[in-house]
């Protein structure tokens, strides 16, 4: 089966999860069965590989597998050939360079001629090189928290997301370097019967995000505001108005980002909208 794609997601760990769940919500179904390192759909052309995220990049640049979920700062770090198809929006973190609590830090400076420990040898050598610093960077694989407290490093250069490690390791946040998120990569050179596969699933996750984007609302107006109201959901084509059995009212149904649902909701209740009532929308084909 020359259209069977294989991809590369993380056995277990912060991507796994929410890589599965995309998947699923895509309508791909197949066995996750603990421990197996492969599988495949009963009903979609696509194998799963489940891998440490450390060699997903190197798996998709050499077409063992032909796309990947991984984060952005592990695939910067491998610096592997491959393309980003798309940002996912999930495990959304930070690199950022912290250290111990009671020193005072008076700018990047701090940093000229000191250690630093972490597991992003590259970025961090790149971020350096950008503000014209020169550290020694000391790569360690794991647990970099601990190491200015054992007098193995002066600073660390680790993910960070609430900071909460951080405080309890006796270190503070001062400068952050690096933004990441999943994306999905593929291998560069990818047959077109594969190729077709790789369009459908893209096809079939836009659709996901879009719906995750977007609310269906529905509400009731007075039909003296109804043009008010309409230009404030304009929705996908135009809302759809539906009279309500009480003289002078209609129902609104509209489609909306959630973000401009809440910017308009002042707007919509003063022209008289009542009965607010927002939805959540699984799939959205425009
Ligand atoms: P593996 O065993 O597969 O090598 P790992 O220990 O290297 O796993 P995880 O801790 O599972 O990695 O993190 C995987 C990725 O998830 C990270 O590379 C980063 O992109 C993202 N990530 C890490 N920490 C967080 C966090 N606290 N919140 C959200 N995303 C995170
Ligand atoms: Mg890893």
């Not at 407290?149 to 370097?177: P, R």
């Not at 996908?236 to 059995?245: D, E, G």
């Amino acid at each position: 089966m020359e259209n069977i794609i294989r991809i590369a997601v993380q056995k277990s760990g912060r991507l796994s999860d929410d890589s599965l769940k995309l998947i699923k919500e895509c309508g791909i179904k197949f066995y996750n069965g603990t421990g197996k390192l492969k599988s495949s759909s009963t009903n979609f052309p696509i194998e799963f590989l489940f891998l440490r995220d450390d060699d997903i990049p190197g798996y998709v640049a050499d077409g063992i597998a032909d796309l990947g979920i991984v984060g952005e700062n592990e695939l910067v770090e491998k610096n592997k050939d491959v393309a980003i198809l798309k940002q996912l929006g999930f495990s959304k973190c930070r690199l950022s360079l912290a250290i111990p609590k009671g020193e005072s830090y008076p700018g990047i400076e701090y940093f000229e001629g000191k250690n630093i420990a972490t597991s992003y040898p590259k970025i961090l050598g790149d971020y350096l090189k950008t503000v014209n610093i020169k550290a020694d960077i000391h790569e360690i694989s794991g647990s970099v928290e601990i190491a200015p407290s054992i007098g193995l490093a002066e600073g660390i250069c680790d993910i960070v997301s609430s900071g909460s490690t951080l405080m309890m390791n006796g270190l503070k946040e001062v400068e952050e370097i690096f933004q990441s998120q999943a994306v999905l990569i593929s291998h560069k050179g990818i047959s077109p019967a594969k190729q077709i596969s790789v369009e459908k699933l893209l096809f079939r996750m836009d659709a996901v995000q879009k719906g995750k984007k977007n609310k269906y609302v529905l509400l009731n107006a007075p039909n003296e505001n109804l043009d008010k109201i309409v230009a404030l959901i304009p929705g996908m084509r135009s809302p759809t108005i539906l009279p309500l059995a009480e003289e002078g009212w209609s129902s609104v149904h509209s489609v909306i980002s959630e973000e401009q649902f809440w910017e308009n909701i002042e707007e919509l209740r003063n022209a008289g909208a009542q009965g607010i009532l927002v939805v959540p929308i699984e799939k959205m084909l425009i």
